[in-house]
């Protein structure tokens, strides 16, 4: 079945994603998460392959099961797609970093990364259609099999984020080893690390939090 492409990665040597990588607040940060190290010389990219980001868009409920079956399987059967569609998310998730990294620390987000956000907004925009459906408007892929759906759905609910990002709740991971981006309760609140994985691995938030 295509499901046992995602859900069996025997030649990757990163462990399968679940829900201890969403601690973010919110979907397009834990897509951005599935990069560590921002900034550093060694990063480790967890979407070592489109079907790594198959398997991650079914646990941050960005894909149904069946739905990533059936890219996961297309996947398999066209590699030079898939390979340029991972390339296509892996830039997103990278100007989002810069974009939300940027707002993380008060700061404006540069003119290039706004003008490529907007690219990827357009890709996404061409990727839906405007559907009637019980009494009101909705907004709904084109296809769900395009292997850029993932990116496109992502894209969309960053735009969506933007426009109603609470005031000063989003905060950078203080590890560089990590850089994560995450959401706390309050604006007071002065939590520097994630808690994620790389942060739980050394004695920082229980030190220096």
């Known amino acids: ?12 040597p990163l462990r399968d994603f ?3 990588d969403l601690i973010a607040g919110h979907g397009v940060l834990d897509f951005i998460n599935t990069l560590s190290g921002w900034g550093t010389t060694a990063p480790l990219d ?6 790594r980001l198959a398997q991650w868009s079914v646990i941050a ?3 149904e099961p069946p739905l990533a079956d059936i890219l996961a399987m297309k996947a398999s059967l066209e590699r030079d797609e898939a390979h340029a569609a991972l390339e296509n998310a892996r830039a997103l998730r990278a100007i989002l970093h810069h974009i939300f990294a940027a707002y993380a620390l008060g700061q404006t987000p540069a003119y290039r990364d706004m003008e490529a956000f907007e690219e990827f907004w357009k890709q996404s925009i061409a990727a839906h259609r405007l559907a009637f459906v019980d009494e009101h408007i909705e907004i709904r892929p084109v296809a769900f099999t395009n292997l850029t759906i993932i990116a496109d759905l992502i894209t ?7 426009k109603t990002l609470p005031d000063k709740r989003l905060r950078l991971c203080a590890n560089d ?14 939590q520097r690390y994630c808690g994620g994985h790389v942060c739980q691995s050394r004695p920082l938030l229980e030190n220096k939090q």
């Open 156 to 162: 969309r609910d960053a735009v969506d984020m933007v």
């Open 177 to 190: 080893a990590c850089g994560w981006l995450y959401m706390v309760k309050s604006p007071t609140t002065k």
């Open 1 to 12: 079945m295509a499901q046992d492409l995602w859900q069996k990665k025997e030649t990757s």
């Open 46 to 51: 967890r979407l070592d392959g489109y079907i």
């Open 61 to 63: 409920g960005v894909m």
């Open 18 to 20: 679940d829900d201890d």
